[in-house]
């Protein structure tokens, strides 16, 4: 038999966050893969994908600490060999974080196939920053019967309550007070008791913040991604630009905060 293996897929610039996924997939195998490759086709704007930080050394140093076993940082030659058939990620993908970002989620799909097939995984470990990635590639899993289970890692949180992103080293000191609105407004949503009161908190808040345009903000089911009615499985997301950095967050509706249908 096989030795099994857990699987980190990463585009690099690693924090501490893509940390706790390999601590994650070292609970399921002893055999902890971690793949650094920047994806190119889940970029809609070429300035981001050039800005994007790079530093594989120190990458390959940070995975090796936390205790990756195997280390692939492949080139795109070796991801895309010939002609590429992009994967599509449906409806959903035109949603949220896909209304501006054209074949986003389908070139994520693309490649998360693609590094499935060379490496082989029993278990591939996802981050719940990117919620809308998550969802999709786990109805894609489950929809093509793919034989790998996709472990959903928490959110990691620098002290401020700022969410980790590679992208955060682009955010000035004043760059990141503003973005601080971001995790304030979570906090509060999700504090209210009803669905459609935390619903105004998160615009309100998000909006009082000059130094963030917002995006999108709304109050999913975790299980199907439409607009919740009810606090039972809800999720905050937010999504907006810092001078011109986008940064993503999601929260939880606590259980505490008794939200309910209205």
Known sequence: MSETKAFVPTMGALHAGHLSLIEIAKSFSSNVVVSIFVNPLQFENPDDLATYPRDLDRD?????????????????????????????????????????????????????????????????????????????IKRWVKSHNIPVEIVAAPLIRDLDGLALSSRNVRLSREDRKAALVISRALRQATSERSIESARDRLHDVLTSEPGFTLDYAE????????????????????????NGVRLLDNMPMSSKSKVVAE
């Not at 999913?220 to 039972?232: M, V």
Request: aromatic content about 12%.
């Open 60 to 136: 390959i140093a940070k995975a090796r600490e936390a205790g990756a076993t195997e280390i692939w940082s492949p080139t795109y030659d070796e991801i895309y060999p010939g002609e590429i058939a992009p994967i599509s990620s449906g409806d959903l993908g035109k949603k949220y974080e896909g209304v501006g970002r054209e074949g986003h989620f389908d070139g994520v799909l693309t490649v998360v196939d693609r590094l499935f097939k060379h490496i082989a995984p029993q278990w591939a470990v996802f981050g719940e920053k990117d919620f809308q990635q998550l969802f999709i």
């Open 219 to 242: 109050i999913i089911n975790e299980d199907n991604f439409e607009p919740a009615t009810s606090s039972r499985k809800g999720r905050a997301l937010v999504a907006g630009w810092v």
